[in-house]
């Protein structure tokens, strides 16, 4: 359920629980939902960009990259879904790198 947040700039509304207490960033997380998907790189072959395994896992509902449209592009990791969940830091966006 949304309800106006107070009047704040740019955050017009603000999901709560029936009971009324804000729903936390962290239950807003774990509701998203991943399934795989087949990687538009390699159309299933394995390559790096899906640790060779073919698919990739994508929030769900699943939907192709908005800026190249499935083909593959920097914005969706050359995997062309938009939505990715990052392994390195186990949601989605963007991955960090390693900082040994």
Avoid at 29 to 51: F, I, L, M, N, V
Avoid at 61 to 70: V, Y
Wanted: overall charge positive; hydrophobic content about 20%.
């Amino acid at each position: 359920m949304a309800e106006p947040s107070g009047g704040k700039p740019g955050n017009r509304y603000r999901l709560v629980h029936p009971t009324g207490t804000p729903v936390s960033g962290e239950e807003k997380k774990e509701q998203t939902r991943y399934a795989p998907e087949t990687c538009s790189h390699c159309e299933g072959a394995g390559c790096c960009y899906c640790d060779k395994t073919g698919k990739v896992l994508v929030a769900q509902p699943s939907r192709k990259c908005r800026h190249c449209e499935g083909d593959g592009c920097i914005y969706c990791g050359f995997t062309g879904w938009a939505g990715l969940y990052c392994a390195k830091t186990g949601s989605d966006g963007i991955c960090r790198p390693d900082t040994r």
